[in-house]
């Protein structure tokens, strides 16, 4: 059984950074791709970066520059850093997982979610 369970979310201002993990059990993030979503409040779950098996990554056009996904194999855990957060940025992020390996955009390739972890950033 898959879980993955994201935390480091909170309350910044804008400018400051924040790095979100996931923490995946019954899954090898290596041997898959995975991303990040986020949806805000009344709007609808939007991709913001995913990597794949290899190591290749791709964001999101509001998120390239400041966020950064990463892996870190031994841990078995995602990472998602945001820097020069901005209040457009508020939302609850999810971590995501495929069954691929390679990288994909939209959620319905995704199988596997985690709970979400709430950011939000003040002006």
């Known amino acids: 059984q898959v879980q993955l369970v994201e935390s480091g979310g909170g309350l910044v201002q804008a400018g400051d950074s924040l790095r979100l993990a996931c923490a995946a059990s019954?899954?090898?993030?290596?041997?898959?791709?995975a991303g990040w979503f986020r949806q805000a409040p009344g709007k609808e779950r939007e991709f913001v970066a995913t990597i794949g098996s290899s190591g290749s990554t791709h964001y999101a056009g509001s998120v390239e520059g400041r966020f950064t996904i990463s892996r870190d194999n031994n841990k078995n855990t995602m990472y998602l850093q945001m820097n020069n957060l901005k209040p457009e940025d508020t939302a609850v992020y999810y971590c995501a997982a495929r069954d691929g390996i390679l990288i994909q955009t939209m959620s319905s390739e995704y199988a596997y979610w985690g709970q979400g972890t709430q950011v939000t950033v003040s002006s």
């Open positions: 019954g899954y090898t993030f290596s041997r898959h791709a």
